[in-house]
């Protein structure tokens, strides 16, 4: 029994996330270099043939990273509304069936 008591949820969406997502990205360039801990997932049928759905994972993280740094300058919204959307979007995604 407090006298103080406080209960409560912050979430908030914040552009600082931008460098994590660069550290990240710069974690799993390395760890790709050296096809470290890839053993594991070419013996899974997903990834027998190659480790594309890695990189495809990287390029929408490093696609997130820049709209977030994006965000951060004066003219973000016209970032956003370039007709070109193909810029932001990694090149699986045009042949990708599960994006819709």
């Known amino acids: 029994q407090h006298a103080h008591k406080v209960k409560g949820l912050m979430m908030a969406n914040h552009t600082a996330i931008s460098q994590l997502f660069d ?5 799993y360039d390395k760890l790709r270099s050296r096809n470290a801990f890839l053993e594991n997932y070419r013996q899974e049928p997903m ?3 190659s480790l594309q759905e890695f990189d495809d994972a990287k390029e929408v993280v490093v696609s997130l990273s820049d709209e977030y740094k994006a965000a951060e300058t004066e003219d973000y919204i016209k970032w956003g509304l370039l007709g070109d959307q193909d810029l932001h979007m990694p090149p699986s995604y045009a042949t990708d069936r599960r994006v819709p």
Do not use: P
């Open 23 to 27: 550290r990240c990205i710069k974690q």
């Open 47 to 49: 990834f027998s043939d």
